[in-house]
């Protein structure tokens, strides 16, 4: 295992979009399917998968490019207003340590010698230019992987099965196979479908409170929300740089994260648990402990296949303990 994870992280550049490409294949499967009932090839039905699949991508680039530029020119701001607002916390930290240092001194505990807080921010700009050409290349490791998995899954399947030695073996690894693809398109499909209903919904309030760009907003919540926890509290933080940009005033500043922290709320706490319901229901420290694995190995492609992962594993365990 220890080999396993050394060798994931230090093969991350091809096993990120390959793992990606397979798992995107395990949601369209059953759409392949239903192509190949109907008389298509399998190439082709591969082909127009990875076709509307490629058409979504590039439509939303287009329509989140423009404004995801401008406000990522304004991240400097927005994190020196962030700053700003925390000095009133950093006072308060540093009165503590003084008053700490102060009774150290009287007692004569501890070292004496002062210390600094010190806040800096991610050098954001360096690392998307070092980043641009390895994620181009991925992508298309991706695209190519998820052409040719589509295109011959069945074969892969039945050459998987012809290297099992018994008939109870060969049942078992067939049900895994299925039951992944059936957990992960049931799964990703039905957030997915909430996830655009928590975006619409975001984008809908926050045109009605007047934030810029709300629309964008919107799209970023949909899309943060497939990360677990992790995802909404990104999306809280930079709204309320948001708020601080925009020049507002007292709680002024904070509505546009309050408002999208009660939509998650019930999001979270209400729809999704219904429509998913009990079958679906992934245990939430399995998914925070998921999360952090992938995250740190991986980074942030980690934090979004974390889910999905987890539920191949899921049913990994499951068959085989049956």
């Not at 069945?154 to 992944?180: G, H």
């Not at 760009?213 to 943060?224: E, Q, T």
């Not at 019930?266 to 998913?276: D, H, M, R, Y």
């Not at 009990?278 to 694995?293: N, Q």
Request: hydrophobic residues 55%.
């Amino acid at each position: 295992m220890i080999l396993l994870v050394g060798a994931l992280g230090y093969a991350q550049a091809v096993a990120v979009p390959v793992t990606a490409a397979v798992l995107t294949g395990l949601l369209f499967g059953p759409l392949q399917t239903r192509l190949e009932r109907r008389g298509v090839p399998p190439l082709l039905g591969a082909g127009i998968v990875l076709a509307g699949f490629i058409l979504v991508l590039l439509v939303a680039a287009r329509l989140l490019v423009i404004p995801f530029q401008t406000w990522f020119e304004r991240l400097p701001d927005m994190w020196k207003a962030l700053k700003a607002q925390l000095d009133s916390v950093r006072s308060v930290i540093l009165a503590v340590q003084d008053a700490t240092q102060a009774v150290q001194q009287s007692a004569g505990l501890g070292d004496t010698a002062g210390s600094k807080v010190v806040m800096a921010g991610p050098d954001l700009l360096s690392n998307l230019a070092t980043g641009v050409p390895s994620f181009v290349a991925q992508f298309v490791l991706f695209l190519g992987v998820l052409f040719f998995f589509l295109g011959s899954r069945t074969r892969i399947r039945a050459e998987i099965l012809t290297l099992c030695t018994t008939r109870a073996t060969r049942l078992r690894i067939a049900r895994i196979i299925q039951d992944s693809e059936q957990a992960i398109s049931g799964y990703v499909g039905t957030i997915t479908a909430i996830n655009v209903g928590l975006g619409a919904a975001t984008a809908l309030v926050l045109t009605a409170m007047g934030t810029p760009n709300a629309g964008f907003w919107g799209a970023m919540a949909g899309l943060l929300n497939f990360i677990p926890y992790l995802g909404p509290g990104i999306l809280i933080l930079v709204l309320v740089g948001v708020g601080l940009v925009d020049e507002g005033h007292g709680l002024a500043i904070y509505l546009p994260a309050l408002a999208f922290l009660g939509l998650h709320v019930v999001e979270a706490n209400l729809i999704t648990p219904s429509i998913l319901g009990r079958r679906m229901t992934v245990e939430p420290l399995l998914v925070v402990i998921s999360l952090a694995f992938w995250l740190w190995l991986w980074g942030p492609i980690g934090a979004f296949l974390a889910v999905p992962l987890l539920l191949v594993l899921k049913v990994v365990v499951l068959r085989l303990l049956r």
